[in-house]
């Protein structure tokens, strides 16, 4: 039986869910199975902050009464991590900060309990950077996350820790959260699929706010299948959340296997140059994947988003402008781990201080200058106008194509360290994930081989709204043609 489980947990998560279905095993076998496997990559990548054994158990012995009753669930038994800035009720969420200590939350975020329906078992809380700012996984209040593929390196950010469970087999299932990249670029860097949705698709109730008009929640998985279950469940309207779209979502699996053929795919002028450069592996791996989608029967087409390059200057002022507001209610008299000090000013300045990191609050003073009496036009309003530009770049765009390819990021995982000292290049890390996400656009991370390094890299497809069916049909045409991918050397097993 340890073989047979350590094979489901290795697998497609679809594969162990119908062994589970069928009663070949019992949920409780492999959530109890992973949750050893949990630990010792909580140990080594860091990718944990929280393990709950005893409720993941408990739900595990759930999904098997479930099961045993007939119920049908498409990711029954499927053991899940959730990034710590997304509400499970019962357990701790920190968003990586020091300033939550202690906060439990009361219940599950609405992607969480959609999962949970679908049968997926919770087994922790996996670390992130600090309210999920930053490229890297590196400022979390309780240390960096460690890339499966290679220790010394960021699994990227900021659902890193997500990233890294799913990568070193820990989990066959994971989500995160996605502002300007951050469940794209971790999927990139660690060989996953990610994906996130049109802005409004899944509810934004029970993730803590970073920049509200950006956050979306997304899944991380080793296949696209996975994904697509994983979206298929978390996605649909809820009237807890005035943001999510009323309509229901469109069918996610129905079109999985249809190909690549009749499909007008966009190269993006653009990516030919990007600031900062594009490492010359990446390139090649666009080159790759652009010419395997050729081969299944698309069509190729250059394409232009002439504004892309402004994108990443344009989220740095939006997002920090919306983290500021956000952000103000952790004072320790609303919410924050409170910090005594003289007076009420006092107070703020001692609970803020202690509880917030230096990369939130860089974020927290760019933003309340960028929002601030005589700055404001010049700043977060000519931003503004620039989302729109994008916007409609993006449209002019689709006009030529159905779906625009390019690299998720210009390069693949950097050092540990590498960039801390250097806010503007770890920025520029997100100069391709950022544009789709202010254009509330759907995006899709697929792998696309390893660098000369044995580092993986990412190709990044992003399609007009509600287009979400067409990325994964033609994620699951790149994935059948390039075939199976290395097993990462610091996997768990």
């Given at each position: 039986?340890?073989?047979?489980?350590?094979r489901?947990?290795?697998?497609?998560?679809?594969?162990?869910?119908s062994?589970v279905?069928?009663?070949?095993?019992?949920?409780?076998?492999?959530?109890?199975?992973?949750?050893?496997?949990?630990?010792?990559?909580?140990?080594?990548?860091?990718?944990?902050l929280?393990v709950a054994?005893?409720?993941a158990l408990?739900?595990a012995?759930?999904?098997?009464?479930?099961?045993?009753?007939?119920e049908?669930?498409?990711?029954?038994?499927?053991?899940?991590?959730?990034?710590?800035?997304?509400?499970?009720?019962?357990?701790?969420t920190?968003?990586?900060?020091r300033?939550?200590?202690?906060?439990v939350?009361?219940?599950d975020?609405?992607?969480v309990?959609?999962?949970?329906?679908?049968?997926?078992?919770?087994v922790?809380?996996?670390?992130?950077?600090?309210f999920?700012?930053?490229?890297?996984?590196?400022?979390?209040?309780?240390?960096?996350?460690?890339?499966?593929?290679?220790?010394?390196?960021?699994?990227?950010?900021?659902?890193?820790?997500?990233?890294?469970?799913?990568?070193?087999?820990?989990?066959p299932?994971?989500i995160?959260t996605?502002?300007?990249?951050?469940v794209?670029?971790?999927?990139?860097?660690?060989?996953?699929?990610?994906?996130?949705p049109?802005?409004?698709?899944?509810?934004?109730?029970?993730?803590?706010?970073?920049?509200?008009?950006?956050?979306?929640?997304?899944?991380?998985a080793?296949?696209?299948?996975?994904?697509?279950?994983?979206?298929?469940a978390?996605?649909?309207?809820?009237?807890?959340?005035?943001?999510?779209?009323p309509?229901?979502?469109p069918?996610?699996?129905?079109?999985l296997?249809?190909?690549?053929?009749?499909?007008?795919?966009g190269?993006l002028?653009?990516?030919?140059?990007?600031e900062?450069?594009l490492?010359?592996?990446?390139?090649?791996?666009?080159e790759?994947?652009?010419?395997?989608?050729?081969?299944?029967?698309?069509?190729?087409?250059r394409?232009?988003?002439?504004?892309?390059?402004?994108?990443?200057?344009?989220?740095?002022i939006?997002?920090?402008?919306?983290?500021?507001?956000?952000?103000?209610?952790?004072?320790g008299?609303?919410?924050?781990?409170?910090r005594?000090?003289?007076?009420?000013?006092?107070?703020?300045?001692?609970?803020?201080?202690?509880?917030?990191?230096?990369?939130?609050?860089?974020?927290?003073l760019?933003?309340?200058?960028a929002?601030?009496?005589?700055?404001?036009?010049?700043?977060?309003?000519?931003?503004?106008?620039?989302?729109?530009?994008?916007?409609?770049?993006?449209?002019?765009?689709?006009?030529?194509?159905?779906?625009?390819?390019?690299?998720?990021?210009?390069?693949?995982?950097?050092?540990?360290?590498?960039?801390?000292?250097?806010?503007?290049?770890?920025?520029?890390?997100?100069?391709?994930?950022?544009?789709?996400?202010?254009?509330?656009?759907?995006?899709?991370?697929?792998?696309?081989?390893?660098?000369?390094?044995?580092?993986?890299?990412?190709?990044?497809?992003?399609?007009?709204?509600?287009?979400?069916?067409?990325?994964?049909?033609?994620?699951?045409?790149?994935?059948r043609?390039?075939?199976?991918?290395?097993?990462?050397?610091?996997?768990?097993?």
């Amino acid at each position: 039986m340890t073989a047979e489980l350590d094979r489901l947990l290795d697998g497609p998560a679809y594969e162990l869910a119908s062994a589970v279905s069928t009663r070949e095993v019992s949920a409780h076998a492999v959530v109890e199975a992973s949750l050893v496997r949990v630990e010792r990559s909580r140990d080594l990548h860091g990718a944990f902050l929280h393990v709950a054994p005893r409720a993941a158990l408990a739900a595990a012995d759930e999904v098997d009464r479930r099961v045993a009753a007939g119920e049908t669930m498409p990711l029954a038994g499927v053991p899940l991590a959730v990034k710590d800035n997304i509400n499970v009720g019962g357990l701790p969420t920190t968003a990586g900060s020091r300033v939550l200590a202690g906060f439990v939350a009361a219940d599950d975020a609405t992607c969480v309990a959609r999962l949970r329906s679908a049968g997926c078992v919770v087994v922790g809380k996996t670390s992130c950077d600090e309210f999920g700012m930053g490229s890297s996984n590196e400022t979390s209040a309780w240390g960096p996350v460690r890339n499966p593929w290679d220790l010394s390196r960021v699994p990227g950010g900021s659902s890193g820790g997500s990233a890294a469970a799913v990568a070193a087999l820990a989990v066959p299932l994971a989500i995160g959260t996605d502002t300007g990249g951050s469940v794209r670029q971790p999927a990139a860097f660690c060989s996953l699929v990610g994906v996130k949705p049109t802005y409004g698709r899944v509810s934004r109730y029970g993730l803590l706010a970073y920049a509200s008009s950006l956050d979306q929640a997304g899944p991380l998985a080793r296949n696209v299948r996975d994904a697509a279950l994983a979206l298929a469940a978390m996605a649909g309207a809820d009237p807890r959340d005035s943001t999510s779209l009323p309509s229901d979502p469109p069918d996610l699996l129905g079109r999985l296997e249809s190909g690549a053929a009749g499909a007008r795919i966009g190269l993006l002028v653009e990516a030919e140059a990007p600031e900062g450069g594009l490492d010359s592996d990446v390139g090649v791996a666009l080159e790759a994947t652009a010419r395997l989608l050729e081969g299944a029967g698309a069509r190729l087409v250059r394409v232009s988003v002439p504004r892309i390059a402004l994108g990443v200057a344009a989220y740095y002022i939006l997002a920090t402008a919306e983290a500021s507001s956000n952000l103000a209610r952790y004072d320790g008299v609303r919410f924050g781990a409170r910090r005594e000090g003289e007076g009420l000013s006092g107070l703020y300045r001692a609970t803020r201080s202690a509880g917030f990191g230096p990369e939130v609050k860089r974020r927290i003073l760019l933003g309340t200058f960028a929002l601030s009496s005589g700055y404001r036009e010049a700043w977060y309003e000519r931003a503004q106008r620039v989302r729109a530009l994008l916007a409609l770049d993006f449209a002019e765009a689709f006009r030529s194509c159905d779906a625009i390819l390019c690299p998720t990021a210009p390069e693949p995982a950097f050092r540990i360290g590498a960039r801390s000292a250097d806010p503007l290049a770890m920025y520029l890390a997100d100069v391709f994930t950022v544009p789709p996400s202010l254009a509330g656009l759907p995006a899709l991370s697929i792998p696309a081989g390893l660098s000369r390094d044995g580092l993986p890299i990412g190709i990044q497809l992003t399609g007009p709204g509600g287009s979400e069916p067409l990325l994964l049909a033609l994620g699951r045409a790149v994935e059948r043609e390039s075939g199976p991918r290395g097993r990462p050397p610091g996997a768990i097993r």
